[in-house]
């Protein structure tokens, strides 16, 4: 039996801002039990809900150095699905509002700690991992720490460790000085081959240089931060590292996004009867929204951080000509920057029977949307892997994308002379090429209704369960592990 140890700062069922959730919750449950061994390790929140506080059991709590202080540590576990979760407890630095403030130094301090207590806190545990795979920068010190600190002493020696990139726009920069003191690690480690970049200390570099391994989560993502478009300022460094960066597809949780069995949504249907039932959720969706209630026009799904990385760009900038022109409506769901807010709810106010603005986070109409829209639209400027792209196919809502990272490998242009396609793509950042890729998707849903159906065949038959990707990680796992 392999042990493996996921650590990350968030995790389905607990807690969740984003795709790395999906990915810690539902990854570990489709490894191999029988081979594996595989837990989790995430920060305990004021935030998270209080039926998951109440579900965790206290397990020890120790004192530990860090940045000048003795600090307290405590550690509980949840059993969820089989796997065991560990929870990093200290209220001076976990009990904010939000899951992430909007201060970056405080940011840096919470992780640094994070990372120190889930080492110091494994000979406690009674489980000694074989491997400890890190996601985000939140975790890069990890293997900074393992390699550097740690091993010296038996129960730690040979502990692999592996860095997975969900987005490399994150990293974690502070100031040299600070992060020595934070740390507690000396300027030896603060130079240009280790935890420096561009004058600043860079968590996530600590952990693509320290790690064993590296993975990013779709395999165009990890050519495409080899380039300097995509890299980050780090592109130097994954191509001297690419030898040990590899691509591997996240999947989703098959169980919990399913439509034929989804307790979220009025209408359960799958791909022999959607063409009768998925107009029945889509009725209701307009609804509850409050949009025209029309079972013929195209209504278009977004389900998203508000944030640049979506391509809420090229939305604002020819969103109101499509408004005017196309016989089209629009769902949006969604939090983030307030200048994206701020559009949706004006253009909502503006043209409420075609667009309605949900500014919030909803399981449940995240849910509705995906079953009850005909297309999802994500034209991402970059994109790791994208989840949402992949419950829209589930579901049967066919995605407009733009060509880039996970879109690329997971959405598969239709081609009315082959009859091949799950979706509709576009490849430039540009504007006019995401309009005329939503209008080419609109000439075939009213105009070629039979071969839109088709594409949603498709779209609900191809397969993003973790299957496949699951035994590429056990695969590394083995090779590391040796
Ligand atoms: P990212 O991790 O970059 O945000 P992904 O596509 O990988 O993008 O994953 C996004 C996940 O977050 C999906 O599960 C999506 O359904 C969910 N999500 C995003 N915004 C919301 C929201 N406002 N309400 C509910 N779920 C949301
Ligand atoms: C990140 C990326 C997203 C990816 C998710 C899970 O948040 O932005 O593309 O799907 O992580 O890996």
Request: aromatic share 14%; net charge negative.
């Amino acid at each position: 039996m392999r042990s493996i140890l996921f650590a990350a700062s968030e995790g389905v069922p607990y807690i969740k801002t984003g795709g790395l959730a999906d990915v810690v919750g539902s990854l570990p449950v489709a490894i191999d039990k029988e081979y594996y061994d595989v837990r989790v390790i995430l920060p305990k929140y004021s935030c998270m809900k209080q039926e998951i506080k109440d579900r965790m059991e206290f397990v020890c709590s120790f004192y530990m150095d860090f940045n000048w202080r003795s600090m307290y540590v405590g550690i509980l576990k949840t059993v969820t699905d089989g796997i065991t979760c560990y929870f990093v407890d200290n209220e001076e630095l976990f009990s904010s509002d939000k899951v992430y403030t909007d201060d970056p130094l405080f940011e840096i301090k919470r992780f640094a700690f994070f990372s120190k207590a889930v080492l110091s806190a494994l000979p406690l545990l009674g489980f000694r991992p074989d491997l400890i795979h890190c996601h985000d920068w939140q975790t890069g010190l990890i293997p900074v720490y393992l390699k550097e600190r740690f091993q010296d002493n038996d129960f730690f020696r040979g502990i692999k460790s592996v860095m997975t990139i969900h987005n490399l726009k994150f990293q974690g920069k502070w100031g040299i000085n600070d992060v020595e003191n934070i740390t507690g690690l000396s300027g030896y480690y603060f130079t240009p081959d280790k935890l420096e970049a561009y004058r600043d200390a860079n968590l996530l570099k600590g952990g693509l240089v320290y790690a064993d391994a590296i993975t990013t989560v779709s395999p165009t993502y990890a050519k495409e931060i080899r380039t300097p478009f995509y890299g980050e300022g780090l592109d130097g460094l994954l191509n001297a590292r690419a030898g040990d960066l590899r691509g591997i597809l996240n999947g989703i949780d098959y169980t919990a996004y399913d439509p034929s069995n989804d307790k979220f949504i009025p209408h359960q249907y799958d791909a022999s009867n959607f063409r009768k039932i998925k107009i029945k959720n889509k009725r209701e969706l307009q609804k509850q929204l409050g949009l025209a209630e029309d079972d013929k026009c195209f209504l278009i799904g977004i389900v998203s951080r508000l944030s640049d990385q979506k391509g809420f760009d090229l939305i604002a900038y020819v969103l109101e000509e499509m408004l005017c022109n196309d016989a089209i409506q629009i769902a949006v769901l969604g939090t983030g920057e307030e200048q994206y807010e701020n559009m949706f709810r004006y253009f909502a106010w503006k043209y409420g029977e075609k667009i309605s603005a949900n500014i919030y986070y909803s399981e449940e109409l995240s849910h509705r949307i995906y079953a009850g829209c005909d297309a999802f639209l994500m034209p991402s400027l970059f994109e790791p892997c994208g989840l949402s792209q992949l419950m829209a196919l589930r579901y049967g809502t066919v995605p407009i994308v733009r060509e880039t990272g996970g879109l690329a490998d997971t959405v598969v242009p239709y081609n009315r002379y082959t009859g091949e396609g799950t979706g509709f793509s576009f490849a430039n950042y540009n504007a006019h090429e995401m309009m005329s890729a939503v209008r080419y998707a609109e000439s075939i849903y009213y105009d070629h209704k039979r071969d839109w159906n088709k594409i949603v065949e498709r779209a609900m038959a191809a397969d993003f369960s973790w299957k496949v990707s699951a035994g590429a990680y056990q695969e590394m796992y083995d090779w590391l592990i040796g």
